[in-house]
């Protein structure tokens, strides 16, 4: 049994939906560990804090740019 365009579409835009959401989950979970680091509670340096901290901002505002352009594109890569 063939699936539809139709269906192939909705399947293509909610796995693309469920990879943003994860990257921006995984974004938060970046900044607040580095909230943590650097205000003490876990026991690191504070620099190594403020890098996770700025790379879980990066993560949480512009990579989900960045992966919604490629779904779509159309262009096959993903699987």
Known sequence: ???SQRE???ARARTGFIIITAVRFG???MVMLGFAIVR???DLPYAVG???AVAGFIEMFFLPRFIARRFKAGDGRER
Request: proline letters at 0%; glycine letters at 14%; hydrophobic letters at 60%.
């Open 27 to 29: 974004g938060v979970a």
């Open 1 to 3: 049994m063939s699936r």
């Open 8 to 10: 192939l579409e909705h």
């Open 40 to 42: 003490g509670i876990i």
């Open 50 to 52: 403020a890098v996770i």
